[in-house]
């Protein structure tokens, strides 16, 4: 497609990063490990390719929650780690868990896994894809010894859905979307309480008590002390369950940010000074094990920040769970001896589904192993500042989200449905359709105690509009909305959509089943359901029927599904 862009405009400038220097030779308590097996850095060769890979996700970390995007909190390491690196500015996630970690580890979009819808809940018998050839799946076939360490959440209903059966050598953290940070309980709903914390395919009682940042960083440093960098490379996927609600980190990472007068935020920052420092330990274990000079470390966040949580987004518009930037675009760099330009920010565009098939082409593999994905090789674009192959990013289409009273197929020029959430971004240009979310923009939060309901206000006022389109290499804020000025541009994003949700496959979101409960599980989230048993999904939304309402009375619980989707796209996921 061609696509209509302006340009001559460069996109926002980044606020001076201000880091603290930090040395890297020095671990930092309490997240050392004492006395770990295993080489001493100094003096190593870098190690031929493949490089060992670190991936690290942080989850809902917004886009202003990081140093050298904001002034209240201080990261000194990430700041360090990107400023010596490439950083990413115009990097793109989905706005909610599940469908972020699915794209990583798939290379796909969700319209191409059926998980366009939501996250998966604890009780749901849904889980990625079992067809799905995976990340670490590939990396494996190239020789990798492969490990995971947190947050999981793309469902575990039965075994064969499980990190282990999906392409990891080794598995340490919680299945669930949601844990306690000391007790790892999780709950989903009165009285649906269990233990989620899992060592390989076992529950791992013994580790009740420990903060969930540090016992996964102290894992990963085992994992490195242990491993012999020159014998295999080493894939490690650090999925933090930091900086998700609840907010609780040791007090002591609480008191240099007791000037802040919002409390949640106060929390907020806390807890990502102990990702920082985890972050500042892992490169440390690196060093000292010697295999930073053949490395590559990744991260990324999943989701846009929740401003309820004390997260923040600023300036960009929108909050997690939303398609406005605020919920989709993402913090990321990429630190590496390997990279060929240093030090610099790179403005390519970039997709989270990206990291597959850049991934497979360092570790080696062909252009066989990665037909078919929706992602792109973005290396050359990252490490020498080349153009990115990519043009497109399709945000998303839900069919089953609450479809917008105000659209119609009439608005969409008789191509698309507007009531239909959606989202495209081809080259400059940004199409929302339908209702995509609270789309305010929220500033740092300065008052303690700030009404909830205040937050709400927009979200309940019934919106008008149907239709957005932003120049966002311009606009970067979303406040000029150009979609009556530009209809030409709006009807070949129209098209886009209805050019990719022709290839879409069935939504995968089976009600929730009793058997979950983790009370009839010995007190744990664990796999319900046999392998043998049969999957029967209840799918709500067929591909082939091409009128919306049609679709929507295929549903015979129409009114749960909008009552349980609002709840998990409210301010309190």
């Not at 239909?420 to 008052?447: C, N, V």
Request: proline share 7%.
């Amino acid at each position: 497609m061609a696509t209509t862009a302006l340009t001559g405009f460069s996109m926002m400038s980044l606020l001076s990063l201000g880091y603290l220097t930090w040395d890297l030779m020095s671990p930092t308590s309490p997240n050392q490990v004492e006395n770990e097996p295993g080489q001493t850095f100094g003096g190593r060769s870098p190690i031929p390719h493949p490089p060992h890979i670190i991936f690290i996700l942080t989850d809902d970390q917004g886009f202003n929650d990081i140093g050298y995007h904001s002034s209240d909190i201080r990261t000194p390491s990430l700041d360090k780690l990107a400023a010596d690196g490439v950083k990413l500015e115009n990097y793109y996630i989905q706005p909610i868990c599940t469908p972020s970690r699915s794209q990583l580890i798939t290379g796909r979009y969700q319209i191409h896994t059926g998980l366009q819808h939501s996250i998966i809940r604890p009780r749901q018998p849904n889980c990625l894809p079992i067809s799905q050839v995976t990340l670490p799946q590939r990396l494996q076939e190239l020789g990798y010894s492969t490990h995971m360490v947190g947050k999981w959440h793309l469902g575990f209903y039965k075994k064969e859905c499980l990190p282990t059966r999906r392409g990891f050598d080794t598995y340490f953290g919680s299945l669930t979307g949601s844990v306690n940070y000391y007790t790892y309980n999780a709950c989903d709903g009165p009285g649906l309480c269990g233990f989620d914390l899992h060592e390989g395919e076992s529950v791992a009682w013994t580790h009740r008590g420990k903060y969930s940042t540090h016992l996964y960083t102290q894992r990963v440093r085992r994992i490195l002390a242990t491993h012999d960098p020159q014998s295999k490379p080493l894939f490690i996927f650090l999925s933090f369950q930091a900086v998700h609600t609840p907010l609780q980190s040791p007090r002591e990472y609480i008191y240099p940010y007791r000037g802040l007068g919002n409390v949640a935020r106060r929390k907020y920052a806390a807890m990502v000074s102990a990702v920082d420092e985890a972050v500042h330990n892992i490169t440390y274990a690196l060093r000292k094990y010697g295999y930073y000079q053949n490395s590559v470390i990744i991260f990324s966040s999943d989701n846009g920040g929740q401003p309820l949580s004390g997260g923040s987004n600023w300036p960009l518009r929108g909050r997690k769970g939303t398609y406005w930037e605020g919920g989709v675009r993402g913090l990321g760099f990429v630190h590496s001896p390997l990279l060929r330009k240093k030090k610099r920010v790179s403005k390519a565009l970039v997709h989270i589904t990206d990291w597959y098939p850049t991934l497979v082409g360092l570790a080696g593999g062909n252009e066989s192993l990665t037909k078919g994905l929706d992602g792109y090789n973005v290396w050359e674009a990252i490490s020498e500042g080349k153009q990115s192959p990519r043009l497109e990013i399709l945000h998303n289409i839900d069919p089953l989200y609450n479809h917008a009273r105000s659209g119609s197929l009439q608005k969409g020029y008789g191509i698309w449905n507007t009531a239909i959430q959606a989202s495209i971004r081809a080259g400059d240009w940004k199409l929302l359709t339908g209702d995509p979310g609270y789309g305010d923009w929220i500033p740092p939060q300065m008052l303690p105690g700030f009404p909830a309901e205040w937050w709400n206000l927009e979200r309940h006022t019934e919106s008008r509009k149907s239709l957005w389109l932003f120049n966002i290499s311009r606009d970067p804020y979303e406040r000029f909305d150009l979609s009556e000025q530009r209809p030409d541009v709006v009807k070949e994003l129209l098209a886009r959509l209805a050019y990719h949700n022709h290839t879409a496959v069935p939504v995968r979101y089976p009600s929730e089943d009793p058997r979950a409960n983790p009370h009839l599980n010995g007190g744990a989230w664990v796999p319900w359901v046999g392998d043998d048993e049969d999957d029967s999904w209840d799918r709500i939304y067929q591909k082939k029927n091409k009128d919306w309402k049609t679709k929507l009375k295929l549903s015979k619980s129409r009114s749960f599904f909008r009552r349980l989707n609002t709840r998990m796209m409210s301010n309190r996921i």
